[in-house]
């Protein structure tokens, strides 16, 4: 049986779920209460200049991560959500924040990266959903291939797929300022 025109199927443009997120997503537009940050989260909130500061502190995270006995690699997932925030939700604007809190113990190691953005991707959901029903990696998507967005010449397209490649939870909140929070969480 041909599955590629189930209705449900995520990776045809044209089923049902596709359909449904047609257009870009305001999140000031979404009836959802935004996520209040636990105060035991740490923050590391900043202003980038550039790109090289994403990792700069990125670096920094690293040193957290593995000093509490995680997977360096965890470290490129927590890279991926602020280049995320950075380019598509604060369209690298400097004078916006880079939202980064950590809670890392030698149990848990917990994220939670934001933008000043407010709008989102029509297919940035239906591309969430398949990393969460789908479970195949053997078949990694890149989100550009996906959505047939015109690819910025500096991404590649997996900041999503390397997150769920390494961390154990994914979720995506409203912050209070209307931005997206992506909280990344993994387990020992």
């Known amino acids: 049986m041909d599955l590629k025109n189930e209705l449900l199927n995520l990776d045809n443009r044209n089923s049902v779920v596709r359909g449904a997120c047609k257009k870009i997503i305001n999140l000031a537009d ?14 590391n909130s900043f202003y ?6 994403l990792l700069d502190v990125a ?33 690298k604007d400097p004078k916006k924040k880079i939202i980064l809190r950590s ?10 990266v934001g933008d000043g953005g407010g709008t ?25 291939r996906f959505s ?16 769920h490649l390494v961390f154990d939870e994914i979720r995506f909140f409203k912050d209070v300022s209307g931005g997206l929070l992506t909280y990344l969480a993994k387990s020992k």
């Open 148 to 163: 047939s967005k015109e690819k910025l010449a500096e991404n590649g397209g997996i900041g999503l797929m390397t997150m």
């Open 59 to 91: 670096l920094v995270m690293k040193g957290l991560i593995v000093e509490n006995g995680f997977d360096p690699r965890l470290t490129a997932g927590v890279h991926e959500a602020m280049r995320n925030a950075y380019q598509h939700g604060n369209n």
């Open 30 to 43: 979404i009836p959802i209460e935004h996520l209040d940050i636990p105060e035991h989260f740490h923050d």
């Open 48 to 53: 980038p200049e550039n790109e090289r500061g």
């Open 103 to 112: 809670s890392v113990n030698k149990k848990n190691a917990r994220f939670i």
């Open 120 to 144: 989102i991707h029509s297919d940035f959901f239906p591309y969430v959903l398949r990393y969460r029903v789908c479970d195949d990696y053997l078949k990694p998507v890149d989100f550009y």
